[in-house]
Structures are given as structure tokens and as C-alpha cells.
T-cell receptor, first 116, second 112 residues
Framework: DAGVIQSPRHEVTEMGQEVTLRCKPISGHDYLFWYRQTMMRGLELLIYFNNNVPIDDSGMPEDRFSAKMPNASFSTLKIQPSEPRDSAVYFC??????????????FGSGTRLTVV | DAKTTQPPSMDCAEGRAANLPCNHSTISGNEYVYWYRQIHSQGPQYIIHGLKNNETNEMASLIITEDRKSSTLILPHATLRDTAVYYCIVRAMNTGFQKLVFGTGTRLLVSP
């Protein structure tokens, strides 16, 4: 398995533009997570899905952020409109729900977003 | 999830053992201790987890005190590639799915 795949690796956009980040989880994993990492706030959980259904979006900062998971192999995180304070590294992770998963979460390589 | 306390940074000489402590004095009986690490510019990586017994795998050993209020992650022979931020997380596993919440971790610097 190629692991959790995120795209793009880097994104530079102008303030006010729409940004879409993409994630392909590990096949067979039934949980998917979106995290954001900044120097000031560290790793923050934004939202997670179970079997493609959003379970907890309490970490989503505001209405400008939205996430979808149309099927088991794809998820998007969208920011519209983007602002400079959204600049961060966004990580996607996936996991199996069954008991104490031997390997916990598997993270992707992240998308570094810069909003200018 | 219980709160964990880790030193912000540690140094270790290459080839020596790195012992990273974690305090989790309010841990509950059903909470496991997980360790992850994050190498610069990469996503966090699972290392090891345990409940009450000591655990060992190809990456590290986890020593949990008898009262479970603290634990130590041991990298037996640290290499330069082990330079990373190490996160200790406690998480319940038999009360429904519990999300992983990362703290600030310990920044380990392995030097030649």
C-alpha cells in the first residue's frame, strides 16, 4: 500500500481564493482525519469521518472550512475564501476502528498551504 | 483524554540510548499510552503503545510504571535520523472510538 496520499504537497494562493486539499486514505481504513499544524497551535484535529460520515467537526475553525468524503477512497478539505491566517501544514490520516489498532493512525505527508 | 506532560526538549549523543519521559498522573484504567514522532516536514509516525506491561518493537521500548502515572520511551541506540518531536498521548480504547489529541511533545536532538 502506498500509504495515505495527499495532494498537492505545496499550495500558494492569494487571499480570497478557494483552496481544495485532497486525501486518499489507506484502503480498508474506515476512519479519516484532517489535522492542521502551525507553530503557534501545534497539531489540531479539524474533523474526522467514520465510514464516509462526518462524526466530529468541532475543530473546524469557521464556516470558511468544509470537508467532504464522497467515498471510502477520497476526501477533500476546502477553504473558501482563504485568508493568510489559514497558512499551515494540513495533514490527513486514516485508521482502522477495530479495537486497539496495532499501528494507530497513518498520516500522509501533508499539504503546506501558504495564503498571501 | 488524560493530560500528559513532557519536557520540551532533550539532547542525546548518537549511539547512546535516548530516554524520553512522560507524566500522565491522571490516566484512567482503560487508557493506553501511545507514542508518535514527527520528523521535520513529515507527518507524525506511530512508534509504540501499551496499557500496563512494558512493550518492545523494532523501533523502541516503552516502560510504564506500576502505578501507570508515568512512562518512558527508550530508543536504545539513537541515530541522527531519530531527531524529531516525540509525542506521548493517552487514549481510551474501550469506550468507543477516541480521537488522538497531540500535545506539544519533546523535541529530541541527536548529535554526532
Amino acid at each position: 500500500d502506498a500509504g495515505v496520499i495527499q495532494s498537492p504537497r505545496h499550495e500558494v494562493t492569494e487571499m480570497g481564493q478557494e483552496v481544495t486539499l485532497r486525501c486518499k486514505p489507506i484502503s480498508g481504513h474506515d476512519y479519516l482525519f484532517w489535522y492542521r499544524q502551525t507553530m503557534m497551535r501545534g497539531l489540531e484535529l479539524l474533523i474526522y469521518f467514520n465510514n464516509n460520515v462526518p462524526i466530529d467537526d468541532s475543530g473546524m475553525p469557521e464556516d470558511r472550512f468544509s470537508a467532504k468524503m464522497p467515498n471510502a477512497s477520497f476526501s477533500t478539505l476546502k477553504i473558501q475564501p482563504s485568508e493568510p491566517r489559514d497558512s499551515a501544514v494540513y495533514f490527513c490520516a486514516s485508521s482502522l476502528s477495530s479495537g486497539v489498532s496495532a499501528y494507530g493512525y497513518t498520516f500522509g505527508s501533508g499539504t503546506r498551504l501558504t495564503v498571501v | 483524554d488524560a493530560k500528559t506532560t513532557q519536557p520540551p526538549s532533550m539532547d542525546c549523543a548518537e549511539g547512546r540510548a535516548a530516554n524520553l519521559p512522560c507524566n500522565h498522573s491522571t490516566i484512567s484504567g482503560n487508557e493506553y499510552v501511545y507514542w508518535y514522532r514527527q520528523i521535520h516536514s513529515q507527518g507524525p509516525q506511530y512508534i509504540i503503545h501499551g496499557l500496563k506491561n512494558n512493550e518492545t518493537n523494532e523501533m523502541a521500548s516503552l516502560i510504564i510504571t506500576e502505578d501507570r502515572k508515568s512512562s518512558t520511551l527508550i530508543l536504545p541506540h539513537a541515530t541522527l535520523r531519530d531527531t524529531a518531536v516525540y509525542y506521548c498521548i493517552v487514549r481510551a480504547m474501550n469506550t468507543g472510538f477516541q480521537k488522538l489529541v497531540f500535545g506539544t511533545g519533546t523535541r529530541l536532538l541527536v548529535s554526532p
